[in-house]
């Protein structure tokens, strides 16, 4: 396995990004209870490519972690990096924002965004792997700013984050040890670059032992800025499956 996620790794390192270093920051969108799908269409202008992009988006410096209320009684919770990004250059909206916001479209779900202390924005995606595997090999538990949310008005919970050295980010974990999930369903979503789920569902089935843990889907991170399509088919026929 270690193997698996090592040469994954190499690969992408190998494989190598663009030198366009970002001068990104982390975005918050403006939540819109009126109007989820606000939260989820990014414009195709929006969406830099990697040889398009020599300077960093026009972004907005995150304030707090926010969070909507739509009453539907499921909430999206998910951890994306905007800035430099394997494969698809410097982005102004994560691959996973782009799951998390399809997800909440398309079930009415509330969304909250969890934003590290430390912004990880400004790093050239190189730096981030290095960052990253110390956090890993540390057991480190990142700050999340702002507060973190209200469950108690949430059944189901989808959770989902990029893979980082094939494992959720330590700060997901700072999340599951944060609050209370316990006799919630949750339903764990990747997104990634050829490790897939990558355990996401165990390691959330360990991390909160009194939770219930549903079928979890893997989504392509270069899909998400260039295969949107495919991605909200994908999204759409996990969320039937899951009854909704
Ligand atoms: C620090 C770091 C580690 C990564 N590790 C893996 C990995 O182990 N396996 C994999 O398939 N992709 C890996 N990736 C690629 C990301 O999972 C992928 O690009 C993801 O879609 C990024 O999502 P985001 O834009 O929401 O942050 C890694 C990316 C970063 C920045």
Redesign the pocket.
Known sequence: MKRS?AF??SG?LLLGLCACVGTSSGTIEPLNTDAPEQTINTPDAAEPSAAEQTDGPDVTEPSATEQTENGSGVLVV?????GE????GV?DK??????AGMIAEKTGADIFEILPETDYYPYT?NE??D???KEQSENARPAIRGELPDLSQYDTIFI????????W?MIMYTFFESVDLSGKKLVPF???????L?GFDKKLASAVPGAEVLTGMA????D?QNNKSKVESSVSDWLNGLGY
Do not use: M
């Open positions: 996620i994954i790794l992408l998910y951890f994306s990096r905007t990004q394997y494969g698809v982005i994560g691959n996973t924002a782009v799951v995606y981030l792997t960052i990253a595997k989902g984050a990029p893979v980082w050295w094939g494992d980010p990747s997104t990634h670059e050829g490790s897939g990558s989504f392509r991170g270069g998400c």
